[in-house]
Each structure stands twice: as C-alpha cells, then as structure tokens.
C-alpha cells in the first residue's frame, strides 16, 4: 500500500497543471502546423492567441505551484485552506486560458485573472503569516 503524499494538493495542481500546459502547447503545433508557421506568428490571430494563453500559463503556473508547495511544507495552512487554494489556481488558469483563446465563457479571462490574483494574494498573507 502506497503512503498518502506529505503535499497532496501539490501534487494534485502539478498533474492538472501538466495536462493543461500539454493541451496549450499542442494548441500552439498544431495551428503552426495548419498555418505553416515555424517561427513567430506569421500575423495569424489564431496563433497569436494560442501563443499568449500558453506563455501566459507558464508565467504564472510556476508560481502557483510554489505557493501551494509552500504552503503544505510549511503547515501554515490548513489542508481545506490549501486544497481551496489549489482549486481556485486551476479554475483561474482554465477560465484565462478559455478567455484569451477566445472560447466562450462570459468574462472567463478577466474572472480568471481576478480569481488568480486573489488567490495569490490570500496564499501570500497566509505564507507571511507562517513567519510571525
């Protein structure tokens, strides 16, 4: 029988984090692909976005790996607190993903930005917190 991970909904957001990277960055081939587009953008729109809502991705996901990572080593959170945490870091990451690739949610990508920020916020307060 396998132990229970010390940081469960770590692992839990790293896995769901690589899945969705994985479904951006073959987004992105795949209109290179049909647009036989090596480098760049090639001024395609379609491109353009696909490009954006991956490198938005990765300028954010590390971070909220690292706060949840954080957060679990450290106990200065509770397991619910962490858990909602890291849910709130993947419904973000979907609804601006959805949002800049223009699949229509009402308002997903800046809900998304909002709920990401927040939760960064709430993540940062409580690591700053673990300190006093």
Request: glycine share 6%; hydrophobic share 65%; charged share 10%.
């Given at each position: 029988?396998?132990?229970?991970?010390?940081?469960?909904?770590?692992?839990?957001?790293?896995?769901?984090?690589?899945?969705?990277?994985?479904?951006?960055?073959?987004?992105?081939?795949?209109?290179?692909?049909?647009?036989?587009?090596?480098?760049g953008d090639g001024d395609n729109i379609v491109l353009r976005?696909?490009?954006?809502?991956?490198?938005?991705?990765?300028?954010?996901?590390?971070?909220?790996?690292?706060?949840?990572?954080v957060l679990e080593i450290s106990a200065t959170a509770s397991?619910?607190?962490?858990?909602?945490?890291?849910?709130?870091?993947?419904?973000?990451?979907?609804?601006?993903?959805?949002?800049?690739?223009?699949?229509?949610?009402?308002?997903?990508?800046?809900v998304g930005m909002v709920l990401q920020h927040v939760a960064?916020?709430?993540?940062?307060?409580?690591?700053?917190?673990?300190?006093?």
């Open positions: 029988m396998q132990a229970i991970p010390a940081i469960p909904a770590t692992l839990f957001l790293t896995a769901i984090f690589a899945v969705m990277l994985t479904v951006l960055s073959l987004l992105v081939s795949l209109q290179r692909r049909s647009a036989k587009i090596g480098t976005r696909r490009i954006r809502a991956h490198g938005n991705f990765i300028e954010n996901a590390p971070l909220l790996v690292l706060v949840c990572v397991s619910a607190t962490i858990w909602a945490l890291a849910v709130a870091f993947i419904v973000a990451r979907l609804l601006h993903a959805l949002g800049v690739l223009e699949i229509p949610v009402v308002g997903s990508q800046a960064i916020l709430i993540g940062a307060v409580l690591l700053l917190r673990g300190l006093i």
